[in-house]
């Protein structure tokens, strides 16, 4: 079975297809696979999922009956789709041919969804159009997606007293990011659930520097630090937080 993916798996140009055929409204693509549409190919980091968000408020009945039509092609030509509702997400959990792919929404209640309602709108009226087939598709910005990794690899790294990873060529990082998640599918059935949570983290806080370091790297012409850290003060963290968002973005920075 194979859960984790490239931009170039079947799987995925199935799912990214339909949703250039059938864009969920006011929404993007984020997430690490938001870069490989335009990052080389040779550094394009496997991926379990295809992250969407929307500035329009979605609640698990609104998703599924989006998914369902939006993928009814799919579904005849035999894909499998089954909803789950978890802490954090709404997950469409799509498999065929023992292929697994996840399309995510964040899941938020009513009084969260209006505390990020501008946040949200910003992001998605300032969205990348990216083509894809004769389409095209709405992608993060790469200053919102390096000010989410940001955000999170910094809790990632109070919560679980992580390191950042001191490694800065990107190949390593992608092959160090590999054994992990290798390491964690053989062992995730006998560990403890904090255990494990501190193995997600660990995977995840790799992720997020691989991804921020290959914006920088590859992207630093066209990235706007003005717009960078309007988003990134729009998340209205402490003065204290912020230092520690600043310094974590000195060490990324080649």
């Known amino acids: 079975m194979r859960y984790y993916h490239t931009i170039e798996n079947g799987i995925v140009q199935d799912a990214l297809f339909t949703i250039t055929q059938h864009p969920l409204p006011e929404s993007y693509i984020g ?71 996840m399309v ?11 505390g990020r309602k501008t946040i949200l709108e ?10 894809y087939g004769e389409l095209s598709i709405s992608v993060i910005t790469y200053e919102d997606l390096v000010a989410h990794k940001i955000i999170r690899s910094s809790s990632f790294l109070e919560s679980y007293k992580l390191r950042v990873p001191t490694v800065t060529n990107l190949e390593q990082i992608k092959e160090e990011l590999n054994i992990l998640k290798e390491d964690f599918r053989k062992v995730s059935y006998a560990l403890e659930p904090d255990e494990a949570a501190r193995k997600l983290a660990e995977i995840r806080l790799v992720a997020d520097v691989f991804d921020t370091t290959a914006i920088f790297k590859y992207f630093a012409a066209e990235f706007d630090e003005n717009y960078f850290y309007e988003a990134l003060h729009s998340f209205n963290g402490s003065q204290k937080r912020f230092r520690t ?6 060490k990324l920075r080649p």
């Open 122 to 131: 910003r992001e998605v009226s300032n969205a990348r159009k990216i083509p």
């Open 104 to 114: 995510q929404l964040p899941r938020r209640n009513k009084q969260n969804f209006d």
């Open 245 to 250: 968002w600043q310094e974590l973005i000195e």
């Open 31 to 101: 997430g690490g696979l938001s870069l490989q549409f335009t990052l080389p190919k040779d550094l394009h980091r496997k991926t379990s999922d295809i992250d969407l968000t929307t500035s329009r408020y979605t609640n698990s009945q609104d998703f599924r009956d989006y998914v369902l039509h939006a993928f009814e092609e799919l579904i005849h030509r035999g894909y499998k789709i089954e909803f789950t509702k978890r802490r954090s997400t709404l997950d469409a959990h799509l498999e065929r041919d023992e292929n697994h792919l």
